[in-house]
Structures are given as C-alpha cells and as structure tokens.
C-alpha cells in the first residue's frame, strides 16, 4: 500500500468476520477461551479472531507449529506419530488440539495441519487435504477432513479458517 491509499478495514472477508464475531460473542457469554494450533494457516485462525472487538475475553493463545519440530516442542506432538502418520493426519491434529488444550487456559483448542499447496502434494496426501482437531474440556476430542482441492493456497487457507471456526462454533 502507498501512503496515498487507505488501508483496508480488514484482512478477511466479511463471511469469516460474521463467524469469529458469532464465535467471541457466544464464547465470552459462556465464559471460555480459545486456543489455536495452527499449521497450514499460519496464524490466520488466532489473527482473524483477535481483529474482533472483545476477543481478548476468549482468546488464550495460538500455537504456530509450522515444522514437525514445532509441533512436538510447543505442543508435544510425539516425533513417532509424526513420523508413522505424517504431520497431515487424524493422529497429528488430534494431539496438536489436545497439545493446545493442554498447554493454555483455554476450555477449547482447534488445530489445523494440511497440504496448501500449490506444491507438496502426493497421491495420498494431495494440496488441499486438511485435518482439523477440536478438543474441549471435558469431552472427546473430534477429528474431519476436508478436501478442498487444488484450487489455490489462499483459498485451502480461508477455507480452513472458516472450517475451523465452524467447528468451534458447534457445540
């Protein structure tokens, strides 16, 4: 941006705006904070949510665990699942999202780890896969896969921000 042109209200569309406001104002009226373990995203799911007005009441914190390393220091991910499953599995996003759990004051840990491409796929792992993980206190934690297809890495990125919110939302 040039000095001579605004900057934009907001970094996201306003659909992923209307999600994390839902969110905040539902999670700060039962009194719960969220974490964030975030792989593909790269923060996006913890940025998002801290452009809305109160979110400091229900954000804890987010984990950017981009490396494999990151996500066994930071979150306790063990190596060998990493390595028996590959970081894009069940196995991984559940224990990042109970890692993140686990490692904050929240109530809730959502995590996202998945191929955004436009490289990195394979046959079995292709651009677009991405495992979520939502762990709440108390209950067990849930897994799902999308496949949002080859259709461009800030696309497989909003997408599963918009997932992830989606999820947290669900009771």
């Known amino acids: 941006m040039t ?6 209200d907001s970094l996201f569309p306003a659909p992923l705006r209307d999600l994390a406001s839902r969110l905040v104002a539902d999670a700060g009226a039962q009194g719960h904070m969220v974490a964030t373990a975030e792989s593909c995203t790269g923060g996006l799911i913890a940025g998002l949510l801290t452009e809305i007005p109160g979110s400091s009441a229900v954000v804890d914190r987010g984990f950017v665990t981009y490396t494999n390393a990151a996500k066994t220091e930071l979150l306790g991910v063990p190596a060998d699942l990493i390595a028996t499953h590959g970081a894009v599995s069940a196995p991984v996003a559940r224990a990042m999202a109970e890692g993140a759990l ?7 840990a959502v995590a996202v780890t998945g191929v955004a491409g436009p490289g990195g796929g394979s ?7 991405v495992w979520f993980a939502l762990a709440r206190s108390g209950a067990a934690t849930r897994t799902a896969e999308h ?10 990125r909003l997408a599963t921000v918009q997932v992830a919110l989606e999820m947290l939302l669900r009771p």
């Open 102 to 108: 686990a490692r904050s004051r929240a109530q809730m």
């Open 3 to 8: 000095a001579d042109r605004p900057l934009p």
């Open 123 to 129: 046959d079995a792992k292709p651009v677009g896969l």
């Open 147 to 156: 496949r949002f297809g080859d259709r461009g890495r800030t696309a497989v």
